[in-house]
């Protein structure tokens, strides 16, 4: 599945990009420009069209980098929108 990367904000436990390798997200740029495919990111699904980041940071700053609007993602259930029993 693909999705806007405007659509696609950071995860809320995530303390900030301490652990972002600047260097990384150049070099995995780099490669996207040049038609290497990277593994998905993972995504969990709130509301339409409105999406939350849980993996793939340096991929989706990649992107953005790389100048591309759409990115592939695999989606993860949004638990906390379950019913009480």
Known sequence: MRIAL???TPF???HG???ESR???RAYAKQMQ???RFPPIVV???AAHCYEL???MHRARAARLAGRQMIE???MLDLSQEAEP
């Open 6 to 8: 405007k659509s696609i």
């Open 12 to 14: 809320r436990m995530n």
């Open 17 to 19: 990009t301490r652990n």
């Open 23 to 25: 260097r990384s997200v």
């Open 34 to 36: 040049a038609g290497v």
């Open 44 to 46: 969990v699904k709130h």
């Open 54 to 56: 849980f993996d793939g």
């Open 73 to 75: 993602v695999s989606l």
